[in-house]
Nanobody, 126 residues
Framework: QVQLVESGGGLVQAGDSLRLSCAASGPTFSIYAVGWFRQSPGKEREFVGAISKSGDFTKYLDSVKGRFTISRDNAKNTVYLQMNSLKPEDTAVYYC???????????????????WGQGTQVTVSS
């Protein structure tokens, strides 16, 4: 059983950067793909990006491409979401999720992921 804990959220101004972390406990984290999702009030939880188990493949929501970068350190059981040039519309609770990697076709789907963190709030003021 994988347990996930997000950290790094906060209140920033537009144009600033934040780095979120997703720390995992449990064995064999290196077999899991990890996705990042976000949810703002009144909206569906949406896919932000994902990274393959080895870290050699990533996928992103179009609106964050070029601004957000996902990386992982399997030795530390941690996945990172580096967010640059933040915009007010990036304001949301950000969640990481993990599932045994079955290929990138599934990465965008919330239902693919079995394990979820509790979320961390990111607020971007204009």
């Amino acid at each position: 059983q994988v347990q996930l804990v997000e950290s790094g959220g906060g209140l920033v101004q537009a144009g600033d950067s934040l780095r979120l972390s997703c720390a995992a406990s449990g064995p064999t984290f290196s077999i899991y793909a990890v996705g990042w999702f976000r949810q703002s009030p009144g909206k569906e939880r949406e896919f932000v990006g994902a990274i393959s188990k080895s870290g050699d493949f990533t996928k992103y929501l179009d609106s964050v491409k070029g601004r957000f970068t996902i990386s992982r350190d399997n030795a530390k059981n941690t996945v990172y979401l580096q967010m640059n040039s933040l915009k007010p519309e990036d304001t949301a609770v950000y969640y990481c999720a993990a599932q045994r990697d079955r290929g990138s076709y599934f990465y965008r789907s919330k239902s693919y992921y079995e394990h979820w963190g509790q979320g961390t709030q990111v607020t971007v003021s204009s």
